[in-house]
């Protein structure tokens, strides 16, 4: 299963950016890939909530519904979903206190449905995701640092 790991430090206390991060009504703010999210995702979710999102992620649009597989604030926090076109996504927030603030590690681990898109994930997809994941992080982080946040 293809993974890309993402990191980055954040300075703020690791109990905000898990509250900010695990609330899906944030994502489109940071996260290129997030268009939008369902009503009800005002708030940081718990095991078993659900949210659907409106995504194009490596110039693929979709739509699919997020679970919230597990959380444990303020150190970690996984969900997981079944896509529409196949396949599985696994996204999992890892967060440690760190020098100043908190690191913040991201992990996507993902299938795809067909033979053809797991050949067009090794030529392109995957290298798209990846400077996605790396963007958003950065987005993310300068998002938290400002000081109205």
């Known amino acids: 299963m293809p993974s890309i790991v993402t990191e980055i430090d954040i300075p703020r206390r690791i109990e905000d950016v898990f509250s900010?991060?695990?609330t899906p009504a944030n994502w489109p703010l940071w996260h290129p890939s997030s268009l939008r999210v369902s009503?009800?995702?005002?708030?940081p979710l718990t095991v078993g909530e659900a949210v659907q999102e409106d995504f194009v992620a490596a110039?693929?649009?979709?739509?699919?519904?997020w679970v919230v597989r597990s959380?444990?604030?303020p150190g970690s926090w996984t969900i997981?979903?079944?896509?529409e076109m196949g396949g599985f996504a696994q996204i999992t927030y890892q967060l440690t206190p760190a020098a100043g603030g908190t690191?913040?590690?991201r992990?996507?681990?993902y299938t795809m449905p067909s033979l053809w898109m797991?050949?067009?994930?090794?030529?392109?997809?995957r290298w798209r995701l990846q400077t996605e994941s790396a963007t958003a992080l950065r987005s993310l982080r300068d998002l938290l640092s400002s000081p109205a946040a």
């Open 59 to 65: 110039g693929q649009r979709g739509t699919v519904t």
């Open 80 to 83: 997981d979903c079944t896509p």
């Open 20 to 22: 900010f991060v695990t």
């Open 103 to 105: 690191h913040f590690k």
């Open 39 to 43: 009503a009800g995702a005002d708030h």
């Open 107 to 109: 992990t996507l681990r």
């Open 118 to 125: 797991r050949m067009l994930d090794a030529l392109v997809l």
């Open 71 to 73: 959380a444990s604030p």
